[in-house]
């Protein structure tokens, strides 16, 4: 079974913190991808990699950043958090088509 | 552009009910994957299904079956006999052909409460 895991389910961060996202995946998967869930606007794609190094902006990179440095973690940087970047937070990791997704961390910024 | 319409936001039935949830699309490509995903209350999106645009074929499993139609752009989704632990929201989402890496392009969702 594919496994991907995010470092924290529940954050609270100040406006203004540096903010790290983790996600790790198990199945040696190429591609990984996060995105933010809000209600009424489905996911949306911040950033995709699809390998070690490489990255793409996804449809609302604005305000962010990613990192990948080894094949099985991707990390999203919110380099300066803000209120409106207050979501739900996805990682997913695919090999060829369909996309397994971790758990999710619910970010709330004050 | 590739969108993806799921214009019911949210669905109640009755336990042992049929229900469809319906997904509308729009794509250039002739060459596309559609998916369904569930988000139960845990958070976790959960794979369905995935069909190419060149199986229109039915497919069936167990309680769960999808109707593809080229002609109306629309992949819906049926349960039947629903059962309380069907309540999630359920995601309808597109692909373009695999490339470099294949980006998802999601609906809005619809949640569905099954309730006794």
């Known amino acids: 079974d594919v496994k991907v895991t995010q470092s924290s389910r529940y954050l609270v961060k100040r406006t203004g913190e540096k903010v790290f996202l983790e996600c790790v995946q198990d199945?040696?998967?190429?591609?990984m991808f996060w995105y933010r869930q809000d209600p009424g606007l489905g996911l949306r794609l911040i950033y995709f990699?699809?390998?070690?190094?490489?990255?793409e902006k996804g449809d609302i990179p604005e305000g962010y950043s990613v990192s990948r440095e080894k094949k099985e973690r991707f990390s999203l940087i919110l380099e300066s958090a803000s209120t409106n970047q207050t979501s739900m937070y996805l990682c997913?990791?695919?090999?060829?088509?369909?996309?397994?997704f971790g758990p999710g961390t619910r970010l709330t910024v004050t | 552009a590739q969108k993806v319409t799921q214009a019911q936001t949210e669905i109640s039935v009755v336990e042992k009910e049929d229900v469809t949830l319906d997904c509308v699309y729009e794509t250039r490509d002739t060459t596309y994957y559609l998916f369904w995903y569930k988000q139960p209350p845990s958070g976790e999106l959960v794979f369905l299904i995935r069909r190419n645009s060149f199986d229109e074929q039915n497919e069936i499993s167990g309680r769960y079956s999808w109707n593809f139609q080229k002609s109306t752009s629309s992949f819906n989704f049926t349960i039947t006999a629903s059962q309380v632990v069907d309540s999630a929201v359920y995601f309808c989402a597109l692909s373009e052909a695999p490339g470099t890496a294949s980006k998802l392009t999601f609906g809005t969702g619809t949640r569905l409460q099954v309730t006794l």
């Open positions: 199945m040696d998967h190429e591609n």
């Open positions: 997913a990791s695919s090999l060829y088509f369909e996309q397994y």
């Open positions: 990699s699809y390998d070690v190094k490489m990255k």
